[in-house]
């Protein structure tokens, strides 16, 4: 009898183990089939530096794409890289456009990011002083007040101008202000110089006649989209759907150019001739990302370790090869 008792204690927690299985598969599958399916609302960013996303946010277009699904769309703000990569980090946002270079210091500060796609390649940035200031060149800036935006492509550009005539941020008076202030500020005369962005730096430029003292074409870095990494784990088929109407609106900007700058005008409330500056030094030509983007958002490294902006114990090939993923638009391309 105890035999017979012990071997059908022995079927018995067979039984168990297999039942215990079976509704691990259960609820496992239950998890991803969520992940999948219960997405109730997609959220991007529009910025004034992205005419693209200003042309999705004024189109519908993927709201009207993914209403199919019953899925919302979101609009948020981003008034700079540095409030795009906050948004992100924060999972205020999926989707966040910012400077490549800034993509850069928000991951390796940690930031669970990838960059995804290219929504232009903009000479956005310079360094901007007032038509009346005597500065010249970057080595006038040597103990001038120069107003910031840090984190941000007009930051990276910046140091790496300093760097270029052996100076660094030691060597002028930074003070941190978000972009249109740090316009607002130049044009009464608070700081001496600024580190520029588009349309503010155009704004500027045309309407109070602000020199852009210093260019490099070379310091700008792509203006790239980003994504969560979690997002782009759980979602990747959704992630292919954003790039494919961003795509939609990339194409869009380069057949009707009169009709994009007037999208700018009503988003950024610009006039005519600063939206068409802005956008004569926006090109809009290639949405791919890879090698050479890595290459220009790798040129910063340097200069943000030696400037403190990120570890000097960061590999920046190593994080770079992290955060450029171009499999997306590689896929919508060879559909």
């Known amino acids: 009898m105890k035999f017979k008792t012990m071997k059908r204690k022995k079927r018995f927690n067979l039984w168990m183990a297999i039942f215990g299985f079976v509704v691990g598969i259960a609820i496992s599958s239950c998890t991803n089939t969520a992940k ?14 992205n005419p693209v996303s200003l042309v999705l ?5 993927l709201e009207q794409d993914l209403a199919k699904d ?13 409030k795009a990569l906050e948004l992100l980090n924060s999972r205020s946002i999926d989707f966040g456009s910012t400077a490549g270079a800034a993509a850069l210091i928000g991951k390796a500060n940690g930031n669970p990011i990838k960059s995804i796609y290219v929504y232009s390649k903009p000479e956005w940035t310079a360094l901007v002083t007032g038509a009346k200031l005597s500065i010249q060149k970057v080595e006038d800036l040597k103990g001038k007040r120069v107003a910031v935006t840090r984190g941000t492509d007009p930051h990276v550009f910046l140091l790496r101008a300093l760097d270029r005539v052996s100076l660094s941020q030691k060597d002028v008076e930074l003070i941190q202000l978000q972009h249109s202030d740090g316009r607002a500020a130049l044009e009464k005369g608070d700081v001496d110089a600024w580190a520029g962005l588009d349309p503010h730096m155009a704004k500027t430029e045309v309407e109070k006649g602000s ?3 210093f260019r490099e074409s070379k310091f700008n870095s792509y203006g790239v989209l980003n994504v969560r990494a979690a997002f782009a784990k759980d979602y990747p088929s959704y992630v292919e759907r954003v790039l494919s109407i961003y795509e939609k609106g990339r194409q869009w900007s380069l057949e009707n150019p009169e009709e994009l700058k007037q999208v ?6 610009l006039t005519d001739a600063v939206a068409a500056k802005q956008l004569e030094r926006t090109d809009l030509s290639s949405s791919t990302i890879g ?3 890595k290459q220009a958002i790798s040129a910063a490294g340097d200069v943000l370790k030696k400037s403190g902006v990120i570890k000097e114990s960061i590999n920046v090939a190593q994080v770079v090869g992290e955060l450029v993923d171009p499999q997306f638009i590689t896929k919508i391309a060879n559909k």
Not at 264 to 269: F, G, I, S
């Open 36 to 49: 999948t399916t219960n997405l109730e609302t997609i959220r991007l960013d529009y910025a004034y530096y």
């Open 70 to 82: 019953n899925i919302k769309v979101e609009w948020v703000q981003s008034l700079g890289s540095n």
């Open 57 to 61: 946010k004024e189109k519908g277009w």
């Open 291 to 293: 090698k050479v983007q």
């Open 211 to 213: 020199r852009l003292f």
């Open 264 to 269: 700018l005008v009503k988003e950024a409330k």
